[in-house]
């Protein structure tokens, strides 16, 4: 009986998506115009298809993470712009358990790499991480395990992130003093100094001293005397 409520669960929340006006939506009415075949056959079409893709296909990991994120932000979109706050807490917590397994995968990811149909049974995970029912795997996970870690260590981790986000701080201050003081420098270097004033050249022609003159005006005097001493008379 459990199986067949999850099945009923998923199909119901399937038909109920089939049935909006969304992008996919239009998509498979316009292909279904085309061929003819119904919707629900397309979708369950290209749900088949996937699934073999990311068993045997090239290229898994990507695929796997669109189907991972693609659906989950179209839904939290719808959800941050609904009045209703209960479906925000749901997708909030989807994030919370995505972000920590994410974590975790990128750690294991060199041994998981060899796991076979690793990236199947991670589709799988993520689906029963958003799946619309009351044994929801992002509900679980988070209530089971993230939940009371988080409340066993918040004080310290709050601790510690206060800590850091001063260490921060005081080094984003000094960084930004060291370069302000080293732009100032560099400025100061390639600044060019003023033009100095130019130094006259002392004067070759200079005018004689006044001793100079008197005792060349003497020696003038005293030439015509002598000259007229040696006369014959």
């Not at 909006?20 to 085309?34: P, R, S």
């Not at 959800?79 to 919370?96: F, G, H, I, Q, R």
């Not at 800590?163 to 100032?184: C, F, H, I, N, Q």
């Not at 060019?192 to 001793?211: M, N, R, V």
Request: hydrophobic residues 40%; charged residues 20%; aromatic residues 12%.
């Amino acid at each position: 009986m459990g199986l067949l409520k999850i099945f009923s669960s998923i199909k119901d929340r399937a038909e109920k998506f089939l049935n909006e006006k969304n992008v996919v939506t239009d998509f498979l009415g316009k292909v279904e115009e085309k061929t003819g075949i119904k919707k629900k056959i397309l979708a369950a079409g290209v749900v088949s298809v996937t699934g073999l893709y990311l068993i045997y296909g090239y290229g898994a990991s990507l695929v796997c993470n669109l189907i991972g994120f693609v659906y989950p932000a179209y839904f939290s979109i719808k959800a941050l712009e609904s009045p209703n706050k209960e479906d925000d807490t749901k997708w909030l917590t989807y994030w919370v358990v995505y972000g920590v397994f994410s974590l975790g995968e990128f750690f294991s990811d060199i041994f998981l790499y060899w796991f076979p149909f690793y990236y199947a049974f991670k589709c799988l995970f993520l689906l029963w991480c958003m799946a619309p029912t009351s044994w929801n795997g992002s509900q679980i996970i988070y209530n089971r395990v993230v939940r009371p870690i988080f409340l066993r260590h918040e004080a310290t981790v709050d601790n510690m992130v206060s800590d850091l986000s001063g260490k921060a701080m005081s080094a984003a201050e000094s960084l930004t003093r060291e370069v302000l003081s080293t732009l100032v420098k560099n400025k100061a270097l390639v600044t060019p100094a003023p033009p100095s004033e130019p130094k006259s050249l002392p004067s070759t022609s200079q005018e004689p001293s006044p001793i100079k003159r008197s005792s060349s005006k003497q020696s003038k005097e005293m030439q015509p005397a002598q000259a007229d001493d040696g006369d014959p008379r």
